[in-house]
């Protein structure tokens, strides 16, 4: 290893408190080594660290002011050191060792830096005998980084034989656990190999770089506020750092709305971490199916939760008051925001985000009908969605919400899996059918006053039956947003289908119209999805209670105007594409007897969602929405 003095290394400051104080600092640092920068912004700090790591030769130590970091608290680490440490992860920025200099002195707030990626804690002022050892830092941290490198792959497979025989040693285990424990292996693991070999396989290349948070002008968060807190929320239009922040805005202030969820408070340098990671497990180069849709349908489980009234907006000049002077016998009996709870709200909330993490971009009859790893292992089953959920947890036990999957020691949150597992099981629309069935059927307890809410197991299946749908309509909330966003995303959505036929079509695989380009009018496809899948689902949840009603109102304006374009831009194709599904159509059931397109399209759409998994069908065509439902099968997000 190369010999390593102050003048291999350089020296990056950031400080924006007293200048005497720095001055001090200064002074001392000029002396023991030849390049030293000082920054009053982090976005200079972290363009610094990226032109010091262009030679290979030399370690640059970051000095990190505490005090001059943004913190909630005096417990939370800088979010400087959070945001240099991530960027190290991922391989952004090389060879810096980040120190964190400080006046408070409590051992918890210097292990927790440390536990972050800190180098090293100094507390200021800083003497010359400490500035002189600074850069031994940098030795010592190169090798701890390198050997944990080497040793990472090594021991990721021979941890699971050594957490196995560790469970023989943990206390209470008697005779009948020796019995079982060769076949029942890592009960007591923390958390399986299984799941965390197979989310690390599927992640993504980060795709994100980290960035402070902090910078971001209260303005644009108060435009962000009023952008969550409306119906007329288009993601398109908005950049990844405004993602990030309007997931931690929902996220924060349930956290801090209701007493019984502040076990799970965390500093927001913590929320913000977990948040650049679920985005970052999302594949930006899908078209429809990213960490926009998955914002999407988090602020339309967000609003929808503000207007029946389980949560209050974060505007509170935002009000939904177009029903308040109903007298309706169901509004008085359903009780719906006194059904959830707090952790059910976070749960759904949390399911919102995380609904889709590491989607592929094509749907589940691809992953059938190729047999990819996903779909032999999940038995062609909703293999997707179950992917998603093992996924989403993985990534909730790596972070600042671990508690949440450790059920045995913790019981109480165990309606919090229950909830994020069945409501993104729930979004597989090969179920559809049976979902709003089931709505239906929930609507008419609600009616007739059939819901004991002292019996706990039973308000326990209505809850979880209510989160999976409104995670439902969120999914595919596209279509009951204001036309000129539907449009949009329909338009996004539809180039996703059309990428995905190209695939099919180099593979040999066959080909549905829906993802053939040109086959298809949009309005076709938009117009069959609305009418005969969108419109009953959001009129059964309406049914539940009326303040979805304008879900259905949107819908049908939107229904409208699609009729418009197509009237406009008629296409002479359109009887080609009826004749080459004729004969389907004359299978059909005779639910529609029009033979125009957009009939067509509806009838395979049916045909489609009736499919079972073990039939020998060729593959079947996505919904419109973002979901296809064959042998469950769904590439919606």
């Not at 363009?47 to 970051?62: F, G, I, P, R, V």
């Not at 924060?252 to 965390?266: G, K, M, T």
């Not at 594949?283 to 988090?298: E, G, K, M, Q, T």
């Not at 999914?475 to 959505?493: G, H, M, Q, T, V």
Request: glycine fraction near 2%; include cysteine.
């Amino acid at each position: 290893m190369k010999r390593l003095t102050p003048s291999c290394c350089s020296v990056v400051i950031f400080h924006n408190s007293s200048t005497n104080e720095l001055e001090s600092i200064l002074e001392l640092l000029n002396k023991q080594f030849a390049h030293v920068i000082v920054e009053s912004r982090k976005t200079d700090v972290i363009a610094d660290l990226k032109e010091q790591q262009k030679s290979e030769t030399s370690s640059t130590l970051l000095l990190i002011d505490s005090e001059s970091c943004y913190r909630r608290s005096s417990e939370d680490c800088p979010d400087l050191l959070l945001d240099v440490v991530q960027l190290l992860k991922e391989g952004f920025i090389n060879n810096v060792v980040p120190i964190v200099c400080s006046f408070q002195d409590s051992p918890s707030f210097m292990l927790k830096c440390l536990q972050e990626g800190a180098a090293d804690f100094l507390l200021k002022p800083l003497s010359e005998d400490v500035i002189k050892t600074l850069f031994l830092n940098a030795t010592r941290y190169k090798i701890e980084k390198s050997q944990k490198k080497k040793s990472e792959n090594i021991n990721e497979m021979s941890n699971m034989y050594k957490e196995d025989k560790q469970d023989d040693k943990v206390e209470g285990h008697g005779q009948v656990w020796s019995k079982f424990k060769d076949r029942i292996k890592g009960v007591f693991h923390k958390e399986h190999w299984l799941s965390k070999w197979i989310a690390d396989y599927y992640t993504p290349k980060p795709s994100v770089r980290r960035t402070s948070m902090a910078s971001m002008l209260n303005d644009r968060k108060e435009f962000l506020k009023t952008q969550i807190c409306s119906w007329n929320f288009l993601p398109l239009d908005l950049d990844n750092k405004d993602l990030i922040q309007i997931v931690f805005m929902i996220l924060d202030q349930i956290l801090f709305a209701f007493d019984e969820l502040e076990p799970l408070r965390v500093p927001s340098g913590d929320l913000y971490h977990f948040i650049f990671d679920i985005c970052n497990s999302y594949h930006s180069i899908n078209p429809y199916h990213n960490f926009r849709h998955a914002v999407d349908v988090l602020q339309a489980n967000y609003y929808f939760l503000c207007r029946i009234g389980a949560i209050e907006p974060m505007c509170p000049d935002v009000t939904f008051d177009e029903y308040k002077d109903l007298n309706n016998e169901m509004m008085n009996k359903s009780c719906i925001k006194d059904l959830l709870e707090p952790l059910d709200i976070f749960a759904l909330l949390m399911a919102s985000i995380g609904h889709d993490v590491g989607h592929p971009g094509v749907n589940n009859n691809f992953m059938v009908t190729t047999s990819t790893p996903l779909a032999i292992l999940y038995n062609d089953k909703s293999v997707l969605e179950s992917f998603h959920v093992m996924f989403f947890f993985h990534l909730v036990n790596e972070h600042c919400f671990s508690q949440l999957t450790n059920i045995r020691a913790n019981p109480s949150y165990a309606s919090f899996r229950k909830i994020v597992v069945n409501s993104i099981l729930a979004t597989d629309m090969s179920m559809h059918d049976d979902y709003v069935q089931k709505i239906k059927d929930q609507a008419e307890r609600f009616r007739q006053n059939n819901v004991n809410f002292d019996d706990k197991v039973a308000c326990e299946k209505e809850k979880i039956l209510l989160c999976s749908a409104l995670i439902k309509c969120a999914d595919i909330s596209n279509c009951a947003r204001p036309f000129e966003s539907a449009e949009r995303w329909a338009k996004i959505l539809a180039e996703e289908f059309f990428e995905q036929g190209e695939l099919e079509k180099e593979l040999g695989l066959s080909v549905l119209p829906i993802n053939e380009r040109g086959k298809i009018p949009l309005e076709d496809f938009q117009l069959g999805f609305k009418r005969f899948i969108a419109l009953k689902l959001f009129e059964s949840v309406s049914e539940i209670t009326p303040y979805m009603q304008f879900t259905v109102d949107q819908i049908n304006e939107n229904i409208g105007l699609w009729e418009l374009m197509k009237i406009k831009d008629k296409q002479p194709n359109h009887n080609y594409v009826t004749s080459t599904s004729n004969s389907s159509h004359n299978e059909a059931e005779g639910s529609h007897e029009q033979s125009s397109p957009e009939a067509v399209a509806a009838d395979a759409i049916e045909k489609e969602m009736m499919a079972k998994p073990n039939d020998n069908i060729p593959p079947q065509q996505p919904l419109p929405e973002g979901k296809s439902s064959t042998r469950p099968s769904r590439s919606g997000i």
